[in-house]
């Protein structure tokens, strides 16, 4: 009886350990259904590769205003390779969406997610940086172009 028990407490441990690990996996991010309505507010030029972030107006006025950028909000990264445009990296913020990842990984309330030119999700390895790399923006709410969205005239 005991041992059927302990058993059964294992289990569910390893149960436990196996969704918990899921969960780090997991991007609620998803591309913004008004993409073609964003503005480009800042382009990285490296020859053959370029960069290219897109926010809303709304998004960008909140910027310039200096104020927190609310849960709801997507911005979306457009990666050229060899003069072509190849992907899209999408950064959404939701209400409490960083509680989804152990507090040393998470990046606030911000998910990250990998798409394809069609719009539909493509993780490869990269997918799994992204977090460590924006964590070093922690002061800029995890933005390597919060400045650019500041200054950006229309
Ligand atoms: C090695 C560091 C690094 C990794 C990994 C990385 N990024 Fe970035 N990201 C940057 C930098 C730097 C910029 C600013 C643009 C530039 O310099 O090209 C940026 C800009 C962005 C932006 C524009 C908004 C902002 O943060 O300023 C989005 C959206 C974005 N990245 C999403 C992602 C996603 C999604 C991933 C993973 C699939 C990812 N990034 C992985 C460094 C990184």
Request: with cysteine.
């Amino acid at each position: 009886m005991h041992r059927r028990w302990s058993f059964l407490a294992a289990f569910a441990a390893l149960v436990g350990i196996l969704s918990s690990a899921a969960l780090a996996q997991t991007s609620r991010a998803t591309f913004p259904k008004d993409f073609d309505e964003y503005v480009l507010y800042a382009t990285y030029d490296r020859g053959s590769a370029k960069e290219e972030a897109f926010a809303t107006r709304e998004t960008l006025a909140i910027a310039k205003a200096g104020k927190p950028l609310p849960p709801g909000t997507q911005l979306v990264l457009g990666i050229w390779k060899n003069n072509a445009l190849t992907e899209y990296f999408v950064m959404e913020k939701g209400v409490n969406w960083g509680a989804d990842f152990p507090a040393e990984v998470r990046n606030g309330d911000w998910h990250f997610q990998q798409f394809d030119l069609n719009r539909q999700v493509r993780r490869t390895a990269t997918g799994d940086r992204c977090m460590s790399c924006h964590g070093s923006q922690a002061r800029s709410d995890f933005l390597f172009t919060w400045d650019r969205m500041q200054s950006y005239l229309p």
